[in-house]
Nanobody, 128 residues
Framework: QVQLAESGGGSVQAGGSLRISCAVSGRTFSGLNMGWFRQAPGNEREFVSAISWSGRNTYYTDAVKGRFTISRDNAKNTVYLQMSSLSPEDTAVYYC?????????????????????WGQGTQVTISS
């Protein structure tokens, strides 16, 4: 059983930065493809970013390209999402997830259904 625990959420002003983390346990982290999703009130949970098990491949939704950076530290079993130039539209609960198979990750990465394990989420609130 894979367990994921997000941390680092909080409240910041527009234009600020925040880094959220996701600690993974229960399986060899270095073999896991990871993703970040977010859900704002009244909205569907949407894809934000993903990173392959090796870290060589990263993916972003258009809304965050150039502002967010996903990374991983396999020695710490942790994936990060560095967020900058934040706006109120980034306010949401952010979830990390894992599960996609590596062979198909290059096209499954944005699909919620491809992720089997999810964290409990961390709230990110951006004030204007």
């Amino acid at each position: 059983q894979v367990q994921l625990a997000e941390s680092g959420g909080g409240s910041v002003q527009a234009g600020g930065s925040l880094r959220i983390s996701c600690a993974v346990s229960g399986r060899t982290f270095s073999g896991l493809n990871m993703g970040w999703f977010r859900q704002a009130p009244g909205n569907e949970r949407e894809f934000v970013s993903a990173i392959s098990w090796s870290g060589r491949n990263t993916y972003y939704t258009d809304a965050v390209k150039g502002r967010f950076t996903i990374s991983r530290d396999n020695a710490k079993n942790t994936v990060y999402l560095q967020m900058s130039s934040l706006s109120p539209e980034d306010t949401a609960v952010y979830y990390c997830a894992t599960g996609p198979e590596s062979a198909s990750f290059y096209f499954t990465y944005p699909r919620r259904a491809a992720y089997r394990y999810w964290g409990q989420g961390t709230q990110v609130t951006i004030s204007s």
